[in-house]
């Protein structure tokens, strides 16, 4: 069974730095896609990235510079390192896993953005 945990969620001022991890068990992460997603109060969830077995990248237009999408094969885990975080990044954020045609999804991890 495929299980993701998300972590690295915190309250941070503008202009600070976060990284989330997404720890993955019971599938090789190096051969699946990975996306982060989030959900801000009042709003539709959104992605945020993208990393593809094959190591393209996708970053949503709002976040392109300031976010990467990584993944260590050794320790099975992805991570969103997060810079010059703005209030409007407030959210849950969640890591999604693609097996196939199964989406695994962990139960996200909270970011917030306030001075």
């Known amino acids: 069974q495929v299980q993701v945990v998300e972590s690295g969620g915190d309250l941070v001022q503008p202009g600070g730095s976060l990284r989330l991890s997404c720890e993955v068990s019971?599938?090789?992460?190096?051969?699946?896609?990975m996306y982060w997603y989030r959900r801000a109060p009042g709003k539709q969830r959104e992605l945020v990235a993208g990393?593809?077995?094959?190591?393209?990248?996708t970053y949503a237009d709002n976040v392109k510079g300031r976010f990467t999408i990584s993944r260590d094969k050794a320790k099975n885990a992805g991570f969103l390192q997060m810079t010059n975080l703005k209030p409007d990044d407030t959210a849950i954020y969640y890591c999604?896993?693609?097996?196939?045609?199964?989406?695994?999804w962990g139960q996200g991890t909270q970011v917030t953005v306030s001075s």
């Open positions: 019971g599938s090789a992460l190096s051969t699946k896609a």
């Open positions: 990393l593809a077995p094959d190591d393209i990248t």
């Open positions: 999604q896993i693609i097996d196939g045609i199964r989406h695994y």
